[in-house]
């Protein structure tokens, strides 16, 4: 009985440091996705989870990054770039601007020549 309350202490106290603000400074980064997970999982932007961390980075340094991860420019539109995944099998739209990549989101496979 003395370990008991101790732990039940200990358990209610990390509990309460979990609870959630309700906005997205306290989301688990999309780096700490499994990659198992990965390629299944969107963030609450739409980003497919494998490259959402990329959203803000410089242009060049974020494409060199989408093709280290395994992705291939198909089509330009204007400021949207659509990149496909063979691995996992997702097509993105990455719209770049002001030397960054403004946004990401998943895109119909037809965008990326699938389909």
Known sequence: MRIAIPVTILTLLTLAACQSTGDDADAVPASAIPPGMASSVTVPGGAPGDI???????????????????YKKTIQQDQATFWWNPTTTI????????????????????YCGIG
Do not use: F, K, M, Y
Request: aromatic share 0%; hydrophobic share 40%; net charge positive.
């Open 52 to 70: 959402a961390d990329l959203v803000n980075a410089p242009t060049a340094s974020g494409q060199s990054q989408l093709l280290a991860r395994g």
């Open 91 to 110: 097509c993105a739209r990455v719209v770049t601007g002001n030397g960054r990549l403004q946004s990401i989101g998943a895109a119909e496979l037809r």
